[in-house]
């Protein structure tokens, strides 16, 4: 019985948070007219939307109501929602809120609040609701090439590939997302919601700054020469190419955000590969609170792909030009059109980052991939290849000069039965490469490199 009561409050208090809290942060905003601003306009159709939303608005009620009536034992017969306690073994886990450990475990002394954390089913999905939050009437710049999203259900992770249990002899890269051309996370989502005008014959919308990323620059643009836009997507380390931006880098950009009045999207979702010492994330870079949301995810660290649980950092300093909370009408869009990561998603989280132990065992589980990635580097290297990648990131990039990514791809396919995914399939920038990934087992990751030391000699 006392449990069912536990669970009512930490309902309750969830939605006081969600309902409570984050109006008197905007309050306070209006009060002090110094806050830093970006130029981004605020999506208009937000201001259409009635204000409260039906759940928080009860929940407001109600703790009015207990105020003036103190002794009143109240049922709820509200909230659509199970009553039943959480069995104890993942209600234990869950005893820590898991934001209050994403913003200290994964971003200690950056700054990071608890409340600027929203809890997701994934980086793919905070994606579409950042777009949806933005609206048609921002225009964006992505990096090209840029990570891809996957065009069919029955590619959404390890649930439903699992080559261990195959008894098929083509080698599948867990990672693989099948060749989808044009499909591009960032870009397709701008393209729904009415940000673009039409993709030409090389697949570029128009009204989007691509920004070229190869060898050549470093994997990084020449912001000289990219127009200023309202939002910057950028994923460090990258999918495909593998690169880390360098401090340096990242410090440009948060320079070139603040300069320019324009949000960053920093995608982390493969942080955990990093090697000690080297940043991890965009708010390591002073200043970067002002102007850059981050979005990470579970899947690729705490092999969560099918599970699906990950999490949007919006900082209470993010403010639309009109002086309006970021965070406030991305809060919005979550109740909206998201009910919430599963329970057991999140106790599982919390087991991975809370404890040492929980640390340990995922840093145990990317090293497995990062030495994966090296064996490919390597071998790609010792074949006389140009390779990129690899060493903070699970992905390998490697160029094959003069020739089309597909007909690298066929070959690869056809005479070594691995599969690769053609550069071209994230964006013109990645004509001439394939992109391999270090997402399988170890023997298999081995057999490919023999298999291709055999065949590409
Ligand atoms: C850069 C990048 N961001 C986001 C995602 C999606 O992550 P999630 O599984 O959390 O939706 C992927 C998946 O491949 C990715 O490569």
Redesign the pocket.
Known sequence: MISKYLLIFSLVKQFLEKAVLTPDVALASHVKTEVPRTMVTRNPNMEKLKKGYLFPEISIKREAHQKKYPDAKIISLGIGDTTEPIPSIIASAMAESLRKVIAEKVYPNMGIKDSDVFISD????DIARLQMLFGPNVTIAVQDPT?PVRHSPLFTGRTQIDPASSSCSILIPM?W?PPAGDLQ?YVDNGVIVGQTGAADDSGRYAGIAYMRCAPENDFFPDLSRVPRTDVIFF?SPN?PTGHMASPAQLRELVDFARRNGSIIVF?S??AWYVSEGKPRSIYEVPGAREVAIEIS?F?KFAGF?GVRL?WAVVPSELRYADGHPVARDFDRIVCTCFNGASSVAQAGGLASLATEEGRDAVRRVVGVYKENARVLVDTFASLGKEVYGGVDSPYVWVRFPGRRSWDVFAEILDKMHVITVPGSGFGPGGEGFVRVSAFNSKDRVLEAAARLSKFLA
């Open positions: 994934g980086a793919q999905c990570f990672g997302s996370g994923c999918n995608d979702a493969y995810s899947s792909t990950g």
